[in-house]
Each structure stands twice: as structure tokens, then as C-alpha cells.
């Protein structure tokens, strides 16, 4: 079946329909990742948008839903060269056509999306319309795709309700140095067995009680605490300050997330009275933008943003540089930055922008990149035992 993509300034790629059969309007951004598909259509951070994959064949290794970042599918479509109908993998379960199809995800398959790439850093992240409609009507298209916003899409994605995720004991629970052991927030909430954390370098963290505000947060975000011994206590996006405070944690995880981070208005505030404590904070991703519009800094729009797995960030502290996993389309604007609150911590190596910030007189720094990657390199996953490393230092002073 033909299927098209639609741009907002008209202009039209035609290829092949996979997934569910219905039309979807959407940002649409790129991913430069080569690997790491099923980790990307469900990270929670990509609600409100259709992912074009830059890599030419996708679907090769199939869908091993211990692989997954949640349960479901966030993207709201899927853009992709060539599709592999016949994955060969022994931890395969599904194909990715399967897999779009029973999560009620569209896509378009067979396009140019080199040409597709290049149009959107030429012109910067437009919205628009995969449809199999033969007949459609670009003058009534148009109209519907500038009008788009993503929306308040934290409130979507983030969980229901508080749940825990006990840290591990033992070193020989921690399983293999590798992808194949994962924990998914809902299998946790549903009771399903839980599965061993993977990736564990030592569990420096054991006894400390962490509290993840989930603005839309990776498995892996937990999972990496767990890993090195924390218990985590996750809250949803819309819970209070003071509930959180009341827990008496050891340290504030702010994960990442969907969005324009300024429409996240209850929150910010809340974020501010988190920063008002003396609790050592991380944040990640949008959770770093959330901390600094707390503290009155601003954040812009990026014309057509970070997402992929190679992306050089250098830290101003230690002048290393690590390849780090990216995902988000905003930026803090260092140029309304107070250093009396907060200094660049990371810096960009290919565009100079921010990359994190270490809060002045406080045990707070942020991070724009993904320490916890999957999919991605594993460069930036000390941060992890960096903020334990300031749990414990706060807890014995």
C-alpha cells in the first residue's frame, strides 16, 4: 500500500505503508543512531513526534522486548529507507512491523530520508502528516499541520502512581555486562518477575534512598540506581514537593522527557522548591531544563535538535569528552545564566551549546545527554557514581 509524508511547506515524500492502518499528524525529527531502534520508539521522550531513523535498514535484529525502555510505543509514527521484513536474531520476539502494528503505530517505509534529514536541518523541525490517502487535499493538509503543538505531553507519559524499586544486595545478582537483562518500569508495576539490572560496575550506592520525579523517564534511569545498589523510590510527574521531601531521600533524580519544557508550569515550581533544600540533585534531559527555568534561566527552541548516539560533549570540570546518547529539540540559554546559580558544566564539542550545569553553593548539577544510554555508549554512566558519591558525602557531613 502507497503511503505518503506530508510537510508543513508542502513538500511530499512518497513510499510504502507499514504499521496500523490510520494517518498521523506530528513533529517530525531524526535520529542518527545506526542501532537501537526498539529503545527509541519507547522512550517516553518522543511523545508528539515521528522519528525519521537516519541509518538506511532498520528492523534487522527485530524487537526483544527485554530490550524496552516501557511497554508501549511513545513516537507517533515511524520513518525509515528500508524496513527488514525477515529479522535475524535469536533474542528476536517480533518484527518491528509487528511490533508497530499491536502498539497502533503508523509509519512510512521506502523514502529518501537522507533527503528527508537534510530538509529538516536546512529548514528546521517541521510538523507533518504520514497518510495512505491517494486522494488527499494538500490545501486542507496544510492548515492542520501548522497548527500542531506536541502539547502537555509530560502529563501523558508519566506513571499513575508511586512505586519502588528495591536496589540490588549482591554483586552476583548484578547478571551479565550487557543489554540482555532489563527492568521495565510497568512490568514492576503490574508484579510481573523482575529482572536483573544490567551494566553494573560496583555498588557504591548501597542504603541510599533515591526519589526519580518521572517527567517521562527511561527504564534504564531506575534501573542504573538499582544497578549500583540505591533503592528508588519513583513519583509521578505532578507530585508535590513536600511529599517528596517527606520521603527523606538521599538524593533527587529528575529524569528526562517530552516537550517544550516551559509548558511543564506546575512542575517548574514545584522543581524550585526541591532546589530549595539542601537534598543533592541529578537531572537529565528535561529535568535539566526544568531546573534551570526554576532558577530563572531560559531555555529556546533548537532548529532541529540533538537525537542519536554519537554526539561529542566535553566536561568543563575534568576536560574530557564523552560520546553521549541524545534526545531532546530545547536548550538552556547560557547567555541568561546567573553564575551566582549555576555555571556550564558541559559543553557541545560540535555546536557549543549547553550540555549541563553545576549550581553555585549547591550539591545540584544537570545534564542535557543520556548517562544512561541504551541505545548509545556507556562513556557518561560514572555520572551515576557521581551523585552517589555526593549522596554520601551529604549524608556523613
Known amino acids: 500500500m502507497k503511503a505518503f509524508l506530508i510537510l508543513e511547506d508542502g513538500t511530499v515524500f512518497e513510499g510504502t505503508h507499514i504499521g496500523a492502518d490510520r494517518e498521523i499528524v506530528s513533529e517530525i525529527v531524526f535520529n542518527t543512531s545506526m542501532t537501537g531502534y526498539p529503545e527509541v520508539l519507547t522512550d517516553p521522550s518522543y511523545a508528539g513526534q515521528a522519528v525519521c531513523m537516519t541509518y538506511p535498514l532498520i528492523g534487522n535484529y527485530g524487537v526483544c522486548r527485554e530490550d524496552l525502555e516501557s511497554s508501549r510505543i511513545w513516537p507517533d509514527g515511524l520513518i525509515v529507507r528500508e524496513l527488514s521484513r525477515m529479522p535475524s536474531n535469536f533474542r528476536c520476539d517480533v518484527t518491528i512491523q509487528e511490533f508497530l502494528a499491536e502498539n497502533d503505530v503508523p509509519g512510512i517505509a521506502g523514502i529518501d530520508t537522507r533527503a528527508l534529514t537534510k530538509l529538516l536541518r536546512e529548514k528546521g523541525t517541521m510538523n507533518g502528516m504520514i497518510t495512505a490517502d ?27 502512581e508511586k512505586y519502588t524499586l528495591a536496589g540490588t544486595k549482591n554483586l552476583a545478582d548484578n547478571g551479565p555486562l550487557s543489554g540482555s537483562s532489563r527492568f521495565c518500569r510497568e512490568d514492576y508495576e503490574a508484579g510481573v518477575r523482575e529482572r536483573k539490572p544490567s551494566m553494573v560496575r560496583r555498588l557504591n550506592g548501597a542504603g541510599l534512598q533515591v526519589a526519580l520525579l518521572d517527567l517521562g523517564a527511561k527504564a534504564n534511569i531506575a534501573r542504573s540506581l538499582a544497578a549500583r545498589g540505591c533503592d528508588v523510590t519513583v513519583y509521578p510527574a505532578g507530585t508535590k514537593a513536600a511529599e517528596i521531601i517527606d520521603g527523606r531521600p538521599d538524593g533527587i533524580m529528575l529524569s528526562n522527557g517530552p516537550g517544550d519544557p516551559k509548558e511543564c508550569t506546575e512542575v517548574i515550581a514545584e522543581v524550585r522548591k526541591l532546589y530549595d533544600t539542601d537534598i543533592p540533585i541529578f537531572a537529565i534531559c528535561l529535568g535539566h531544563q526544568l531546573m534551570a527555568l526554576a532558577t530563572g534561566a531560559d531555555t529556546h527552541k533548537m532548529k532541529y535538535g540533538h537525537r542519536g548516539g554519537n554526539h561529542p560533549v566535553k566536561d568543563l570540570r575534568t576536560g574530557r569528552v564523552y560520546i553521549s546518547s541524545q534526545n531532546h529539540g530545547y536548550v538552556v540559554d547560557t547567555d541568561k545564566l546567573d553564575p551566582k546559580v549555576a555555571v556550564p558544566a558541559f559543553v557541545n564539542v560540535n555546536d557549543g551549546t549547553n550540555e549541563g550545569l553545576a549550581y553555585t553553593g549547591k550539591n545540584i548539577f544537570t545534564v542535557q545527554f543520556h548517562p544512561e544510554a541504551c541505545p548509545g555508549p556507556q562513556d557518561s554512566g560514572e555520572l551515576f557514581d557521581r551523585f552517589i558519591d555526593m549522596m554520601k558525602e551529604v549524608r556523613h557531613a
Open 134 to 160: 491517494e486522494h488527499y487535499q494538500i490545501e486542507e493538509i496544510l492548515p492542520k499541520l501548522k497548527a500542531y503543538t506536541t502539547g502537555r505531553v509530560v502529563e501523558r507519559v508519566t506513571c499513575r
